[in-house]
């Protein structure tokens, strides 16, 4: 008996390390994403001298979307992901923020440049996958169920224009990984479920653990300071993910509260193009 109750061990033992392993693969392969994106923004600004997603002719190369001239108020609507066909962006040098009630409202697509920028980066041959709105706005994660998402946060202490990020310092162009629910994925991003440093976002996908894996691979290990920054999920208490992320709007550092192991954290990746 003792020797079944051994060998029952060492298999839940040896479970559990590839368990860990996956685990540490997948997360490494978030990094690995990341750095890819940011390589090929890069590579998309060195050719078109702008940003993708803001590239104001965009349909001179792709054509246009909207069937007219790529600027009209119903462009995005009518992107998919099995056509090149595009909208142009405003040209002001920022990827801006998108909030697809707007869209659906028939507001120009200037305000789309955050689901334009994955489409634009794809047509150019840059990244894998083909987005539109009938389909993948957005590439998804290498963690199962993840998303990544585009913006550009505009000023110190300031919400960007939709409203659903803040920070205590300027982020500048970020990327977010977050959950690909199927309300994120084929909608909104991350929706504003508060008001200042209380603001979060309704799909965490990491656990602390994670977030800090990350973080202490590329960056500092904090969750507030440096060029990753935690957001915690909405209907989640302040200081699950983080201690102070969210709690104080002065904090300028916070630590990841690795005795969570439930799933609580999204990650903001900022300064990255």
């Not at 540490?24 to 994403?33: P, V």
């Not at 000023?155 to 659903?164: I, K, L, Q, V």
Request: charged share 10%.
């Amino acid at each position: 008996m003792s020797i079944v109750l051994v060998i029952i061990g060492l298999i839940v033992g040896g479970i559990l390390v590839a368990q860990g392993l996956i685990r540490t693969a997948e997360l490494r392969s978030i990094i690995t994403q990341k750095e890819r994106y940011s390589t090929a923004v890069n590579t998309f600004r060195n050719k078109y001298n702008a940003l993708p997603g803001d590239l104001i002719n965009a349909s001179t190369y792709w054509g246009a979307a909207d069937g007219v001239d790529g600027n009209q108020a119903n462009c995005y609507t009518n992107t998919l992901t099995t056509s090149p066909l595009t909208c142009n962006g405003n040209g002001s040098g920022i990827v801006a923020d998108t909030d697809i009630t707007l869209i659906e409202n028939g507001v120009n697509c200037a305000t789309c440049e955050g689901l334009l920028f994955w489409q634009h980066l794809a047509n150019a041959g840059l990244i894998e996958g083909t987005y539109g709105y009938n389909g993948n706005m957005t590439p998804l994660g290498k963690i199962s169920s993840s998303q990544w998402w585009a913006s550009q946060n505009w000023d110190t202490n300031a919400p960007s224009p939709t409203g659903y990020i803040y920070s205590a310092s300027n982020w500048g162009n970020i990327f977010i990984l977050q959950s690909n629910s199927p309300f994120a994925i084929s909608r909104s991003p991350i929706a504003k479920t508060g008001v200042g440093p209380t603001a979060k976002g309704p799909f965490p996908i990491l656990t602390p653990s994670d977030g800090y894996y990350i973080d202490s691979k590329i960056d500092d290990g904090d969750a507030i300071a440096g060029k990753i920054s935690v957001i915690e999920g909405g209907g989640i208490a302040n200081g699950y993910c983080a201690s102070a992320a969210f709690v104080n709007s002065s904090a300028t550092s916070a630590s990841y509260v690795v005795s969570n192991t439930n799933v609580v954290c999204g990650l903001i990746f900022h300064q990255v193009y």
